[in-house]
């Protein structure tokens, strides 16, 4: 059974930095592409960033460029999100998930697991 479970959401202040992480299991990731996405309320979940699990390649939203970076840990089967330079416009929930494909794709819907998410606030 996969799972995604994300950690390192919190409160902080415009201008911070945060760090979440997306432990999985249940499977060898390595043909996967994993992904992170957010949702603020009442708004669609967007795509962040990814990487590939085999090779490392990261995309980002142009949104988060030079202020986010993705990277993930082989050995202890985890991707990380560094946040830095936080705005309040990133605060919502951000989930990790996985697509199994070589391609990155940025639509939700063609990912095909997910974890519960995690909140990040950003105050002003």
């Known amino acids: 059974q996969v799972q995604l479970v994300e950690s390192g959401g919190g409160l902080v202040q415009a201008g911070g930095s945060l760090r979440l992480s997306c432990a999985a299991s249940?499977?060898?990731?390595?043909?996967?592409?994993m992904g992170w996405f957010r949702q603020a309320p009442e708004k669609e979940r967007e795509f962040v960033a990814a990487?590939?699990?085999?090779?490392?390649?990261?995309y980002y939203a142009d949104s988060v460029k030079g202020r986010f970076t993705i990277s993930r840990d082989n050995a202890k089967n985890t991707v990380y999100l560094q946040m830095n330079s936080l705005k309040p416009e990133d605060t919502g929930a951000y989930y990790c998930?996985?697509?199994?494909?070589?391609?990155?794709?940025?639509?939700?819907?063609?990912?095909?697991?997910w974890g519960q998410g995690t909140q990040v606030t950003v105050s002003s």
């Open positions: 998930a996985a697509d199994n494909t070589f391609v990155v794709r940025t639509a939700p819907r063609q990912y095909d697991y």
């Open positions: 249940g499977r060898t990731f390595s043909n996967y592409v």
């Open positions: 990487i590939r699990w085999s090779g490392g390649s990261t």
